[in-house]
């Protein structure tokens, strides 16, 4: 079983997830690109997932190994926060349709699992 400080940052990365889900529904690149609201409002969950999930490793690293691509997620997030004016959107959206949706597996099953 995970420690509820664990779970609370997969909890965190789930609702940034879910989030994410609900701003593209139905939006294209395109519209991405042309959209610095939508842009903002993705470009800063993706730094909460990172940092959230850069610190349920450091509160339990068995969770790197239980999170696809979890060193990349983390590096993704420094990358948008330190080096945010080299980030493509193409780069993101990328992210967004084929990371985010297996992240947001991973993050469920564990949140579900009892054991």
Known sequence: MLPHETKKYL????????LITQFV?????????NDPLLRS???RQLE???????QAIQHNPAVSGMISNSSRI???RNRLIHG?????????WGVLETSL?????EVKALLEKKT
């Open 84 to 92: 945010y004016a080299t980030v493509s959107d193409d780069v993101v």
């Open 74 to 76: 983390v590096s993704f």
């Open 11 to 18: 909890f965190d990365i789930a609702e940034a997830c879910n």
């Open 25 to 33: 529904h139905g939006k294209t690149l395109a519209d991405y690109q």
């Open 48 to 54: 909460i997932i990172g940092e959230a999930l850069n």
């Open 41 to 43: 409002g993705v470009e």
């Open 101 to 105: 949706p297996v992240l947001t597996r």
